[in-house]
């Protein structure tokens, strides 16, 4: 039972175990980059070289020169842009069914070799019998996966490039149809240093062996490696339909919208994943557009940056937290949920407009335009102002686009007023006086000023600062929201930092208001002169580097070729809207479990779903296997399912632990001791991390608690425990979490399904525990 054994290494000790492995893939990495200076150093070699072939003189050395610069600069080039971050990905495969290999030096088979899987008795000590047998083969080819093939010094494949034939198994391998592939490895490194691996299993019931010994499998793989490996029939069961559910949306046609939903623990996130890689492969030229993957937290963000590899094109992929949607936002705070229920709700579009409009009467606002012309004064008071104001605003156009169209009313309004446009019957005349009197106007400081300031070019910044002002806000709200609404909103717009839910409005005032026109960048560093010499064309200049590229395209794209939303149940109507800009025209996957939404009223942002996704026909899928969880802490979460959605199922857990959830009352010490004791105590039980998870407005008071206890344990909101997992949990306060807001049941919900291995439940003052500690929200 080798895998199995990995398996049980992994969950023991995997610290130790995955040191281990990162340390082999930094070998291989350093081995890579070595080469990679020596092929730079060739590349120098040859332009000095050219160089001096240039002084024979000769036409025909002069050209042959220039061709040579020519190539080694582009080799050099690309050499140094790909110099970083470019490793992400591995293969380990078993013999193929021929021996032939393709110009990268890997071999091209892509079915298993016969009798590359052979049947071995088991030692006869397990359950299982003495006359047991198992299933084993041996890793004949290991393939490193990156931006670039490199090859050593005698031609044998570090590194293969993802584009070519032989890397195609990386992406498209599945549980269901693995092919050669055992095991797949994602690989997150940053400059010459590997961070991090995580395995994919594709063949979990094997026993594999490299090098003699047993395949060392990382993450989520070790747990489909135990479950593989298991004797029962019901085991191997649950297996086959995990992978064949998930493989299902893997593969799913690309067109118009697959829809995932799943309980926690489903892997609904790495499948969504998965499936985006999936894609990327089968048609990269129809997502050369890019894909956007939206992830409700920070904290999402990362484990999503691990689960996707870059696929060797720059700017091609962006993770973005819904917080850091809008260029030049990254919210981190969060709104109250009374606050955040006004902010989210779709009335903000209705009142959004009206503000949009009001802020071009704020009180410093003039009220009177005074200009000369013809040597005659003219005048336009307020009244008439405000008459211009409304047929200007009543375009359809954004409110900053309609600053022409007013321009154009006062000058009609002032020219009526001066009684010119009588003196003339020829009507080439009276247009070349009209002209002119446009051109006097125009060219008076006090009129430009006066439109400066009685039409300012409006920035969704400064729109949602004036609606801090509680008055202003209850005047232009005061059909949308009540008093009470109005209150909370402007005074949480009072402060410096935007919260999660401000972004999305910045993200429709910046629609309603309209884009301003920004000048194109240029290349970097790209000298003026080379571009009238054409000298770019021979000489190598230092262009962006991957990274640089990247950034600038990621912030210059505003709609996407392929859209992923992460954990979909939590977005807004607002943040709906948002997200749907950015794929007017893409497909989309959809991934999320309505059990776990923490939006108040899922009917509403189910039709702003609907709008952002339109017309697209739509592919649904359920996972309905949870191997997070043991059936222990599934159980226990399932009470508080059973209360926030009457009949909804859980998905299965697939293992069990034998240790059921502990129950904790607050000693003498008081909440914080008691949580810190518990922290301690699942600190000494489990080898990985520990998530304290509490009520939002609990979130700096935890981290009090847990001060100075590492880095293994960390305190987090129950809004931000969303799509994580620890090997252990601990939940505050059931009561209060439940409370925080109308969908704090669900909420709960997840914070109780974060745990792979351990859960803690400690009760509060308002949690009314039995004698043996279990608040009344959990017990049966």
């Known amino acids: 039972m080798a895998a199995q054994h990995a398996a049980h290494a992994a969950h023991t000790a995997p610290d130790s175990l995955r040191d281990r492995e990162i340390a082999v893939e930094q070998e291989h990495l350093d081995q890579v980059y070595r080469r990679l200076e020596e092929k730079i150093h060739e590349a120098e070699f040859l332009m000095r070289d050219a160089a001096q072939r240039g002084q024979v003189g000769t036409p025909g050395a002069l050209a042959e020169r220039d061709a040579q610069v020519f190539r080694a600069g582009i080799h050099l080039n690309r050499l140094n842009n790909e110099f970083e971050d470019f490793l992400f990905g591995r293969i380990d495969l078993l013999p193929g069914k021929d021996g032939k290999k393709g110009p990268d030096g890997a071999y091209t088979a892509v079915e298993p070799a016969d009798g590359a899987v052979r049947t071995e008795p088991t030692d006869g000590t397990g359950t299982e019998g003495a006359d047991a047998t198992r299933q084993v083969a041996d890793i004949a080819e290991t393939l490193h996966i990156g931006r670039i093939g490199v090859l050593d010094a005698d031609y044998t494949p570090l590194v293969i490039d993802w584009r070519a034939p032989a890397a195609a198994p990386f992406y498209r391998s599945t549980p269901v149809d693995p092919g050669r592939v055992v095991r ?10 590997v961070l991090g691996v995580e395995d994919d299993l594709m063949r979990p019931e094997l026993t594999a062996r490299l090098d003699g010994a047993d395949l060392p499998v990382i993450g989520d793989g070790a747990l489909m490696a135990a479950l593989g490996q298991a004797r029962g029939h019901t085991m191997r069961d649950i297996v086959s339909s995990i992978q064949a559910e998930q493989d299902l949306v893997i593969r799913a046609p690309a067109a118009s919208v697959t829809q995932v939903e799943g309980g926690p623990g489903t892997g609904k996130t790495a499948v969504a994943l998965h499936r985006a890689a999936y894609l990327l492969y089968q048609d990269r030229r129809r997502y050369a557009g890019g894909i956007l993957i939206v992830s409700p937290t920070p904290l999402l963000v990362a484990y999503t940056e691990g689960v996707l590899p870059s696929l060797g094109e720059e700017g091609q992929v962006a993770i973005r937290a819904v917080g850091s949607l809008v260029d030049g936002a990254d919210a981190t705070v969060y709104d109250t949920p009374a606050t955040a229920r006004v902010k989210g709700s779709s009335r903000m579009l209705r009142v959004l407009r ?65 009684g010119a446009g009588s003196r003339h019957n020829d009507p080439e005349l009276a247009a070349e006086l009209r002209s002119s009197f446009d051109e006097d106007i125009t060219s008076e400081d006090s009129f430009q000023e006066f439109l400066d300031a009685w039409w300012p070019e409006l920035t969704p910044r400064g729109v949602l600062a004036a ?38 409005l910045l993200d429709e005032l910046q629609s309603i208001l309209g884009t301003l026109a920004r000048p194109r960048r240029r290349p970097v560093d790209l000298d003026p002169l080379d571009q009238l010499t054409g000298l770019e064309e021979l000489m ?30 939590d977005l807004t109507p607002m943040q709906w809207r948002m997200v749907g800009r950015r794929g007017r025209h893409a497909t989309w996957t959809v991934v999320g479990d309505p059990a776990q939404s923490s939006w108040s009223d899922p009917r509403e942002a189910a039709e702003a779903r609907d709008e952002a996704l339109g017309t697209r026909p739509r592919r649904r899928f359920s996972l309905t296997v949870n ?27 697939v293992r069990s632990t034998g240790v059921k959830p502990r129950f904790a009352t607050v000693g003498d010490g008081g909440l914080g001791r008691t949580v810190r004791e518990e922290a301690v105590r699942l600190l000494d039980e489990v080898d990985g991390t520990v998530g304290v998870v509490v009520a939002m407005n609990r979130r700096e008071e935890a981290a009090r608690w847990l001060a100075g206890l590492g880095d293994r344990v960390v305190a987090l909101g129950s809004l931000e425990a969303k799509g994580l997992e620890y090997d252990a949990t601990v939940v505050v306060s059931p009561a209060e979490i439940a409370d925080e807001s109308p969908a704090g049941l669900r909420v709960l919900y997840v914070a109780l399904t974060r745990a792979t291995q351990r859960l803690t439940v400690v009760s509060g003052r308002r949690d009314d525990p039995d004698a043996d500690g279990v608040p009344d929200l959990l017990r049966e």
Do not use: C
């Open 184 to 193: 797949r490895r994602v690989i997150r490194s940053k400059g010459r240093r």
């Open 354 to 418: 009206k503000v949009a409009r009001g802020a071009l009467e704020l009180p410093d606002t003039p009220n009177r335009l005074r200009v000369v012309a013809f040597n005659r004064r003219l005048e336009l008071e307020a009244a008439e102002l405000a008459d211009i104001r409304r047929i200007a605003l009543s375009g359809t156009a954004p409110v900053n686009l309609l600053r022409p169209r007013a321009r154009r009313l006062l000058l009609d309004t002032l020219w009526n007023r001066s």
């Open 627 to 653: 191997y997070r969880n043991p059936a222990e802490i599934a159980e226990v979460a399932s009470r508080v399912l059973a209360l926030a959605m009457p009949g909804a199922p859980s998905p299965t857990a």
């Open 540 to 569: 190598p200049v230092r262009e962006e580097s991957r990274r640089e590229r990247a950034e600038r395209l990621a912030q210059e794209r505003t709609e996407y070729a392929h859209v992923i939303v992460d954990e979909a149940q």
């Open 467 to 504: 609606m801090g002002d509680e008055r202003r806000l209850g005047r232009w709200a005061r059909r949308e929201l009540n008093q009470g609404e109005v209150r909370r909103v402007a005074r949480s717009l009072q402060r410096d930092a935007l919260s999660v839910h401000d972004v999305a």
